[in-house]
Nanobody, 120 residues
Framework: QVQLVESGGGLVQPGGSLRLSCAASGTIFSIMDMGWYRQAPGKQRELVAGITSGGSTNYADSVKGRFTISRDNAKNTVYLQMNSLKPEDTAVYYC??????????????WGQGTQVTVSS
Protein backbone atom coordinates (compact mmCIF):
# COMPACT_ATOMS: atom_id res chain seq x y z
CA GLN A 1 0.00 0.00 0.00
CA VAL A 2 1.34 3.41 -1.03
CA GLN A 3 0.16 6.89 -0.17
CA LEU A 4 1.25 10.22 -1.65
CA VAL A 5 0.64 13.45 0.23
CA GLU A 6 1.16 16.87 -1.35
CA SER A 7 1.81 20.08 0.52
CA GLY A 8 2.85 23.64 -0.19
CA GLY A 9 -0.02 24.96 -2.26
CA GLY A 10 -1.73 28.24 -1.59
CA LEU A 11 -2.44 31.75 -2.82
CA VAL A 12 0.39 33.86 -4.21
CA GLN A 13 0.70 37.06 -6.21
CA PRO A 14 1.87 37.05 -9.82
CA GLY A 15 5.65 36.87 -9.88
CA GLY A 16 5.77 35.05 -6.58
CA SER A 17 7.07 31.60 -5.71
CA LEU A 18 5.83 28.39 -4.15
CA ARG A 19 7.49 25.10 -3.35
CA LEU A 20 5.37 21.97 -3.56
CA SER A 21 6.33 18.74 -1.83
CA CYS A 22 5.01 15.23 -2.24
CA ALA A 23 6.01 12.49 0.16
CA ALA A 24 5.40 8.84 -0.58
CA SER A 25 4.96 6.31 2.19
CA GLY A 26 3.96 2.71 2.58
CA THR A 27 5.31 -0.62 1.43
CA ILE A 28 7.83 0.86 -0.99
CA PHE A 29 10.68 -1.11 -2.45
CA SER A 30 11.70 1.51 -4.98
CA ILE A 31 10.31 4.45 -6.92
CA MET A 32 10.98 4.90 -10.60
CA ASP A 33 9.49 7.94 -12.35
CA MET A 34 7.86 10.73 -10.38
CA GLY A 35 6.05 13.76 -11.67
CA TRP A 36 3.71 16.68 -11.24
CA TYR A 37 0.50 17.24 -13.19
CA ARG A 38 -2.01 20.04 -13.05
CA GLN A 39 -5.57 20.66 -14.10
CA ALA A 40 -7.17 24.07 -14.39
CA PRO A 41 -10.95 24.58 -14.56
CA GLY A 42 -12.23 23.83 -18.04
CA LYS A 43 -8.84 22.66 -19.28
CA GLN A 44 -7.13 19.37 -19.92
CA ARG A 45 -4.92 17.74 -17.35
CA GLU A 46 -1.30 18.19 -18.33
CA LEU A 47 2.11 17.01 -17.31
CA VAL A 48 4.03 19.86 -15.71
CA ALA A 49 7.32 18.15 -14.95
CA GLY A 50 8.71 14.66 -14.63
CA ILE A 51 11.85 13.14 -13.19
CA THR A 52 13.28 9.64 -13.54
CA SER A 53 15.05 7.58 -10.93
CA GLY A 54 18.30 8.60 -12.59
CA GLY A 55 17.50 12.29 -12.31
CA SER A 56 16.56 13.06 -15.91
CA THR A 57 13.91 15.77 -16.11
CA ASN A 58 11.39 17.09 -18.57
CA TYR A 59 9.06 20.08 -18.45
CA ALA A 60 6.05 21.45 -20.21
CA ASP A 61 7.06 24.30 -22.50
CA SER A 62 4.88 26.68 -20.54
CA VAL A 63 6.94 26.26 -17.35
CA LYS A 64 10.47 25.83 -18.69
CA GLY A 65 12.85 28.24 -17.04
CA ARG A 66 10.43 28.94 -14.20
CA PHE A 67 9.80 25.57 -12.53
CA THR A 68 12.30 23.03 -11.23
CA ILE A 69 11.52 19.45 -10.28
CA SER A 70 13.78 17.53 -7.92
CA ARG A 71 13.66 14.46 -5.71
CA ASP A 72 15.15 13.09 -2.54
CA ASN A 73 15.26 9.33 -2.90
CA ALA A 74 16.16 8.78 0.74
CA LYS A 75 12.92 10.51 1.73
CA ASN A 76 10.79 9.22 -1.16
CA THR A 77 9.87 12.81 -1.85
CA VAL A 78 9.52 14.88 -5.00
CA TYR A 79 9.52 18.68 -5.08
CA LEU A 80 8.39 21.34 -7.49
CA GLN A 81 9.92 24.78 -7.09
CA MET A 82 7.72 27.30 -8.89
CA ASN A 83 9.08 30.77 -9.57
CA SER A 84 7.76 33.74 -11.53
CA LEU A 85 4.24 32.43 -11.15
CA LYS A 86 1.56 33.59 -13.54
CA PRO A 87 -2.23 33.56 -13.27
CA GLU A 88 -2.20 30.86 -15.95
CA ASP A 89 -0.45 28.56 -13.46
CA THR A 90 -3.58 28.48 -11.31
CA ALA A 91 -4.68 24.85 -11.05
CA VAL A 92 -4.89 21.83 -8.82
CA TYR A 93 -1.48 20.19 -8.80
CA TYR A 94 -1.16 16.43 -8.44
CA CYS A 95 1.95 14.39 -7.84
CA UNK A 96 2.37 10.84 -9.00
CA UNK A 97 4.89 8.07 -8.63
CA UNK A 98 5.68 4.81 -10.37
CA UNK A 99 6.22 2.55 -7.38
CA UNK A 100 7.50 -0.97 -6.88
CA UNK A 101 6.07 -2.26 -3.62
CA UNK A 102 7.85 -4.57 -1.23
CA UNK A 103 5.71 -7.29 -2.75
CA UNK A 104 7.29 -6.39 -6.11
CA UNK A 105 4.05 -5.14 -7.62
CA UNK A 106 4.32 -2.07 -9.80
CA UNK A 107 1.65 0.55 -9.30
CA UNK A 108 1.00 4.16 -10.21
CA UNK A 109 0.08 6.22 -7.16
CA TRP A 110 -1.54 9.67 -7.14
CA GLY A 111 -1.83 12.31 -4.49
CA GLN A 112 -5.07 14.03 -3.59
CA GLY A 113 -3.97 17.32 -5.12
CA THR A 114 -3.09 20.74 -3.80
CA GLN A 115 -4.59 24.02 -4.98
CA VAL A 116 -2.30 26.70 -6.38
CA THR A 117 -3.89 30.07 -7.02
CA VAL A 118 -1.96 32.96 -8.57
CA SER A 119 -3.88 36.18 -8.23
CA SER A 120 -3.68 39.75 -7.01
Amino acid sequence: QVQLVESGGGLVQPGGSLRLSCAASGTIFSIMDMGWYRQAPGKQRELVAGITSGGSTNYADSVKGRFTISRDNAKNTVYLQMNSLKPEDTAVYYCNADVQTTGLRRIISWGQGTQVTVSS
